[in-house]
């Protein structure tokens, strides 16, 4: 089952499978129906709010200076904690990461994290460093983040939850060809 951006509801089945069955297993699923299209309303409300109040170019080259003050004395410092190094740090104007880490340790982060809590900066911080011992996401990866950040995935929905909205900001004056 999937729920289409109109809010209707996509079924596939088996071409073996009855009416009576699908509408079976429909309804046996209808608090997970439920949920989904709330998520997607509230998901839409969120972005559709963002876009009344779009960032101008002016207001993005002031997010990045205040990044590049307000970040690099917070890496260091998270860097000693967790006993790493990294190279050069970059603000970036960017549509789709809050982070990145290069395999010669040079850290990049979106400008628009500074529209984040302080917390959710912290960790996508962290989360950056985390790499400089684990190049991946796996298990050892996120035990490195959880070791400074025991509430990293509270700190991560708030990314999941919101952080498209943000990233609309950025890109409602704009046209998408």
Not at 124 to 148: A, Q, T
Request: charged share 30%; hydrophobic share 35%; with cysteine.
């Amino acid at each position: 089952m999937e729920i289409c951006p109109d809010g209707s509801l996509l079924v596939r089945a088996p071409l073996r499978a009855s009416v009576k069955e699908i509408r079976q297993f429909v309804c046996s699923h209808e608090g997970w129906v439920i949920k989904q299209r709330n998520r997607m309303k509230k998901e839409t409300d969120k972005l559709r709010e963002a876009e009344k109040h779009p960032l101008s170019p002016e207001d993005i080259r002031h997010l990045a200076d205040q990044a590049l003050r307000e970040l690099p004395p917070r890496i260091a410092a998270y860097a000693g904690q967790m006993g790493v190094t990294y190279g050069r740090v970059t603000i970036r104007n960017q549509k789709t990461l809050w982070g990145s880490c290069s395999s010669k340790g040079n850290l990049n982060f979106n400008c628009l994290l500074m529209l984040a809590p302080r917390e959710v900066q912290d960790y996508v911080i962290v989360h950056e460093l985390s790499h400089r011992k684990e190049m991946n996401h796996s298990p050892k990866f996120w035990e490195e983040v959880e070791k400074v950040l025991p509430d990293y995935k509270r700190r991560r929905n708030w990314l999941r939850e919101n952080g498209s909205a943000v990233i609309r900001r950025m890109t409602a004056g704009c046209a998408v060809s």
